[in-house]
C-alpha cells in the first residue's frame, strides 16, 4: 500500500496548517489571473487565459500534492504566473497528475470508509496518513501528521514489533491483540504489515475493535456451559432411574411403575431440551426459512386451545378461546406459530394453580396494523426483576423449578420465532399473585407486503 501523506485532507503537520492553505494558494492565483484580465484587453489574452486556467487547475494539483517538509514551512504563496503560453506537452503532464490526483483521493475515500482506524508510520514511528476511524479512536491531537503521538499510544511491544517490521527486508505482516486503553477499553486486533514508497520503510497499521465478536464468543461459551448442565441434570436422573430397576431396587410393581414412568419424562424432557436447543440454532444461525402463507388465526388459536384441552382438564383449569375480534387471516408460517401459541398456553397451564383459568385472545390492533394473541392467566405472576430475563436463554424464575418442570428456551423459541421469523414483537405483563398476560403481535400489512 502506497500513500502519500500528503494527499490526507487531515495533513495538518505540526506547526503548520499548510494542508488548509493550499486552496487559498489556487485562489490567489486565479484572483491574480483575474486582475490581469482585467488590464488586459480581451482579444489579446484569450489564447493565456486557457493555459493560465490550466496551469491555476495544475497548480492546485501540485500544491496538494506537497510533500510535508515543504509544506510545513507554513508559507505557500502562490506560484509564479507563467509568461509563456503552455505547449501540449505540459497540458498533458498536468491533465495526468490532476489523475494522479483524483485517485489518491479516491483512495482516501476508500480509506475513510473503513470503519477499522488505518494509520500509515515511517520507520521512525511518525504518521504519514491516518484516516477518518483513526482520528475518532487516537484523537485529533494524536493523529497530526509528521509526529509520533499516535504510534505512542500503542503498548510497547506492539510499537517494538512495528519498528521491527520497518527495519526488515521483506514485505512482512504480524498480529497483535490488547486491550486498548483509550477511552473505550475495547479488546482490538492489530495487523501491521510492511510496505515500501519511494524507497522509504513504512508500516500501514489497520486496528479493529473486536468487542462484537468477543461478545458472541462469550455468548457461545456460555451457551454451551448452560446447554450441558442443563442436558446433565435429566441425564443423571435417568441413569440413577435405570439403575434402581436393573438392580431390581423397587419394593414392589407399583414403584416398578413409577420408576419407569420417571425415566419415560426425563427422556421427553431431554429431547425438549434438544429439539428447542436445536430449532433456536438453526433460526439464530439463519438456517431456518419461514414458510409464510395465509394463515387464519383465530382457527389457529382454537385448534391449539383444543390440543391443551386434556391437560387443562388434568390441572382442573378453564381454559378457553375468549376473545376473536380479528377474524383475520395474516401471512405467517402456521407450524411455527403454532408452536409459540401452545408453548405460550402450556406455560400458562403450568404455573397456574388448580381451579385457575387460562384465556386465549385475538384482538386486531388498528393503529399498528398488527394482529395481538394474547395468553392471560391468573396464577403465579412473575416478578418485575424477572421481566427482563425472561425470553433469555435457559432463564427460569427462581422457585419455580419446584412448581413445574421445563428447560428454560421455550420462551426464548418464541422470541426467534415472532420476532426473528415473523417481524413481529412479544412481550409480558405480569403481577404476583394475580398472574400473568404474554402476548405477541404479528405486523398485518407489513407482512403482506413482504409475502407478496
Ligand atoms: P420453561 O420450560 O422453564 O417453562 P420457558 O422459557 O417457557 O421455560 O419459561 C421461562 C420461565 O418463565 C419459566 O421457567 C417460568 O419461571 C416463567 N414463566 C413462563 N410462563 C409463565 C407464566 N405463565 N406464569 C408464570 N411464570 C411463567
Redesign the pocket.
Known sequence: MQIDSSNSRRAQPEGADSAYRVPVGAILLVMTIAGILSQLSVGLVEAWLMSAAAVALGAAAVLLRLPRSSASAGTLAAPALPTTPLRPSDAEVILKARAVELRSEERTKLLDALTDAVILVDEHGEARFANEAAIERFGEENTVLGTRRAFEQLPAHVRRGVLGLASCDDAARRRFEFDWRGDRHAPVVVHATRAESHRQALVAILMRDVRVEREADRMKTEFVSKASHELRTPLSSLRAYAEMVADREYADDAEHDRFLRVILSEADRLSKLVDHMLDISRIESGIARANLAETDIVSLCRACVEEQQGEAKRRSIALALARTTAGATIPADSGLLKQVIL?LIS??L???PEGGRVDVEVDFDGLAREVVISVR?N????PADALPQ?FGKF???SG??KV?K???????LCRNIVEGMHGGKIGVD?EVGR??R?WFAIPAEAMLRKAA
Not at 396464577?379 to 412473575?382: D, E, K, M, V, Y
Not at 421445563?406 to 426464548?412: E, V
Request: cysteine-free.
Open positions: 408453548n406455560n400458562a403450568k404455573y397456574t392467566d396464577g403465579l405472576g412473575i425472561l432463564y427460569r424464575v419455580h423449578e413445574a421445563g428447560t428454560g428456551l421455550g420462551l426464548n405480569s398472574g400473568s404474554f
